[in-house]
């Protein structure tokens, strides 16, 4: 597709229950990232692929939160029993190159409220 | 381990004034340095980035920064603001230890009529 595509937009769920968020990179991008943008704070790096190298999972907050990637095309991120504090924008961004030094090119997000 | 520091979440300017937005950063190699802008209702999109050679940068929309590795700042100038202008920067580091970049908390610019 032209860009990083997200779904859904927007998600509200109740505390306790589980989410799934999707992200369709840019085609031939071999890398993906995921981020968390709590309101009015930074972009909380989560969780990185390339290739068919292992992720890099350092920055998932919990074991409640896990990602997977089909070889270099969707990524699903999903959230068990989710909790208010999980309230954010999630951002998917994908790029071409195996080090940070080329541009990622970021969906719209994904605003995820729990209630 | 990398940091970025914003000084000011929000910055107020009149149109056609100077526009500056800080990024301080923190790296144990040398780092690549990015301005990312973020529009309401729309995504980020890199404003500029820094890697190698040149210590000025120059971006779209008039928007440049400089590399002072002495300060270790990159922060974001443009010589004359204009309403479209109004956003959220992001300064982003990374470096060839890691992969994934780590940004600041965000500058909220508003410009005044």
């Known amino acids: 597709g032209a860009g990083v595509s997200q779904s859904p937009s927007n998600k509200v769920t109740e505390k306790g229950k589980d989410v799934e968020l999707r992200c369709d990179p840019i085609?031939?991008?071999?890398?993906l990232y995921w981020y968390r943008q709590r309101l009015g704070q930074g972009l909380e790096f989560l969780i990185y692929f390339q290739g068919n190298s292992a992720p890099d999972k350092s920055g998932l907050p919990s074991d409640r939160f896990s990602a997977e990637r089909t070889g270099e095309s969707v990524s699903t991120l999903t959230i068990q029993r989710t909790q208010q504090e999980d309230s954010a924008v999630y951002l998917c961004?994908?790029?071409?190159?195996?080090?940070?030094?080329?541009?990622?090119?970021f969906g719209q997000g994904t605003r995820l409220t729990v209630v | 381990a990398q940091s970025v520091t914003q000084l000011g979440s929000h910055v107020s300017v009149s149109e056609g004034a100077l526009v500056l937005l800080r990024c301080n950063y923190s790296?144990?190699?040398?780092?690549?340095l990015f301005w990312y802008v973020q529009y309401p209702n729309q995504g980020l999109q890199l404003l500029l980035k820094?890697?190698?050679?040149?210590?000025l940068v120059k971006g779209i929309n008039g928007f440049e920064a400089e590399f002072k590795k002495s300060e270790t700042s990159f922060h974001l100038t443009k010589p004359s603001a204009h309403m479209s202008d109004a956003a959220e920067y992001f300064c982003?580091?990374?470096?060839?230890?890691?992969?994934?970049?780590?940004f600041g908390s965000g500058t909220r610019l508003q410009v005044q009529p």
């Open positions: 085609s031939g991008h071999t890398a």
């Open positions: 790296s144990s190699v040398p780092p690549y």
């Open positions: 820094y890697t190698t050679g040149a210590t």
């Open positions: 961004a994908s790029s071409l190159a195996r080090i940070m030094n080329t541009e990622a090119f």
């Open positions: 982003a580091v990374s470096d060839t230890g890691r992969r994934a970049l780590t």
